[in-house]
């Protein structure tokens, strides 16, 4: 099946404890993306990855980490991680850098920091 | 800059009666524009596309380049509707999708 696989589903941490939210997709997709959805913000991007080794700053990346070390993964990374972060983060996928087909969602990750 | 406009965060419809989600959005080029819905406690779904013109689970939705509008309209409310429903923006050549802050959509039985 086709699909977009993140992990952990649930997390809750403590501040300033090192965290890594794994994404991963069957599709041989080209483009990634990480996004937080906020209540009354709606989604709003992170980081994107256009292909392998391919990174780029999305619209709220202060506080993240990502890498695309290989086409299928692409783990985002809270060095420190800080209350604010508190989320629900869904990692995206799309078969090319163009929006026309979508993107195709993860499940999500709700991560709480205390 | 690209931007997303959904100006009702919450819609309330009786089961039957006529629905309609509004989207509004700010693009300088072509822009392409998307429905995602997210059911409870699920991921968000594609739900439709402009460029192909489809209708999914009774919706539609007409790109209005003159309105700068997207709105999603179903003619019937069913019960299974009830969902979160987010506008999306994106672009020939622009590997980002803009996102609204979107419109939870509850049908009264």
């Known amino acids: 099946e086709a699909q977009v696989t993140q992990n952990p589903r649930y997390l809750i941490t403590v501040t300033g404890k090192k965290l890594t939210v794994t994404c991963s997709q069957n599709m041989n997709h080209e483009y990634m993306s990480w996004y937080r959805q906020d209540p009354g913000l709606g989604l709003r991007q992170i980081y994107y990855s256009m292909n392998v080794e391919v990174t780029d700053k999305g619209d709220v990346p202060e506080g993240y980490k990502v890498s695309r070390k290989e086409k299928r993964n692409f783990p985002l990374i809270l060095e420190s991680p800080s209350p604010n972060q508190t989320s629900l983060y869904f990692c995206a996928s799309s078969a090319t850098g163009r929006t026309n087909y979508g993107y195709t969602f993860g499940s999500g990750t709700r991560l709480t920091v205390v | 800059a690209q931007r997303v406009t959904q100006p009702e965060k919450l819609l309330s419809v009786f089961k039957g009666a006529p629905v309609e989600l509004k989207c509004n959005y700010s693009y300088s080029g072509s822009p392409e524009l998307f429905w995602y819905v997210q059911y409870s406690r699920q991921r968000l779904q594609l739900l439709l596309r402009h460029i192909s013109r489809e209708s999914i689970k009774g919706f539609t939705a007409d790109l209005n380049k003159g309105e700068t509008s997207f709105h999603l309209k179903k003619p019937f409310a069913q019960e299974e509707d009830s969902a979160m429903y987010y506008c999306?923006?994106?672009?020939?050549?622009?590997?980002?999708?803009?996102f609204g802050t979107g419109t939870r959509l509850t049908i009264i039985p």
């Open positions: 999306a923006l994106g672009g020939f050549g622009n590997e980002k999708l803009t």
